[in-house]
């Protein structure tokens, strides 16, 4: 990574919770603003360049989800969701909205700072993956789509930028790297998210779902990225 400090904005309504993950993250290098609610939050984007959003979910008014739902798809910030123990609904939801990963509350600090570091890991591919261009070339093509690995970028048949979050580049990234090979989930967790598959994990699952209606004509009946049953995923190209 470089030697920018990363800058987190967190934004919680509790100000016990919005002070300490300030005062953690402050002392493991990265530079904190905070929000209590989602005009602050809108306010911080205009007033900063913000590398990723710890963004609960259960906020009185406009919840989290909401905020969430009017950041994608245009503005691909790394979103990492804060949701109650047990709120495996809201985890689903934010995953399917375009939150790169979730954390349980209440939060343990320790993983709350590596969930932080492998999303940033992600979104800063071209300083984490330097060898991509040795392996696959420097762009691969999804259908009618081409994946530019170096700038990160996924680009239409007519050249328009399509919207892509740092997990959802990730496990482009890897599928191109391992064209026509099947894929388990933990092996797509593994290698685009940096941790573990567990299996109640539907991460990857609603992941493909989001990537299929980007670069499938027809995401119910996929031909570019397909379900091996009982397996994984493959990539045809």
Same mark, same amino acid.
């Given at each position: 990574?470089?030697?920018?400090?990363?800058?987190?904005l967190v934004?919680?309504? $509790?100000?016990?919770?919005?002070?300490?993950?300030? $005062?953690? %993250?402050?002392?493991?290098?990265?530079?904190v603003?905070?929000a209590?609610?989602?005009?602050?939050?809108?306010?911080?984007l205009?007033?900063?360049e *913000?590398?990723?959003?710890?963004?609960?979910?259960?906020?009185?008014?406009?919840?989290?989800?909401? %905020?969430?739902?009017?950041?994608?798809?245009e503005n691909p910030?790394?979103?990492?969701?804060?949701?109650?123990?047990g709120?495996? *609904?809201?985890?689903?939801?934010? %995953?399917?909205?375009?939150?790169d990963?979730?954390l349980?509350?209440?939060?343990?600090?320790?993983?709350? $700072?590596?969930?932080?570091?492998a999303?940033?890991?992600?979104?800063?591919v071209?300083? *984490?993956?330097?060898?991509?261009?040795?392996?696959v070339?420097?762009?691969?093509?999804?259908?009618?789509f081409?994946?530019?690995?170096?700038?990160?970028?996924?680009?239409?048949? !007519?050249?328009?930028?399509?919207?892509?979050?740092?997990? $959802?580049? !990730?496990?482009?990234?890897?599928?191109?790297?391992?064209? !026509?090979?099947?894929?388990?989930?933990?092996?797509?967790l593994?290698q685009?998210?940096?941790r573990?598959?567990?299996?109640?994990?539907? !991460?990857?699952?609603?992941? #493909?779902?989001?990537?299929?209606?980007? *670069?499938?004509s027809?995401?119910?009946?996929?031909?570019i #990225?397909?379900?091996?049953?009982?397996?994984?995923? #493959?990539?045809?190209?």
């Open positions: 990574m470089s030697d920018v400090q990363p800058k987190i934004c919680d309504d $509790e100000p016990d919770v919005r002070d300490m993950l300030r $005062e953690y %993250l402050v002392r493991r290098g990265f530079e603003v905070v209590e609610n989602g005009t602050t939050l809108r306010a911080q205009e007033a900063h *913000i590398d990723l959003i710890l963004l609960d979910i259960n906020m009185p008014g406009e919840d989290g989800l909401s %905020l969430l739902r009017g950041l994608r798809p910030v790394a979103v990492v969701m804060l949701t109650a123990a709120e495996v *609904i809201d985890r689903i939801l934010g %995953l399917e909205m375009g939150a990963d979730y349980a509350k209440p939060v343990d600090l320790r993983e709350l $700072e590596a969930r932080v570091k999303v940033l890991r992600r979104k800063r071209p300083d *984490i993956v330097p060898d991509t261009s040795a392996k070339g420097k762009t691969a093509t999804f259908g009618a081409t994946l530019d690995l170096e700038a990160a970028k996924l680009f239409s048949e !007519s050249g328009e930028d399509v919207p892509l979050t740092a997990m $959802e580049f !990730s496990l482009l990234r890897v599928f191109a790297e391992n064209k !026509s090979r099947v894929l388990n989930r933990d092996q797509l593994e685009a998210h940096d573990s598959w567990d299996p109640f994990d539907r !991460s990857i699952d609603i992941r #493909i779902s989001r990537l299929r209606r980007k *670069i499938e027809n995401p119910q009946k996929p031909t #990225i397909r379900t091996v049953r009982g397996i994984g995923y #493959i990539y045809d190209g």
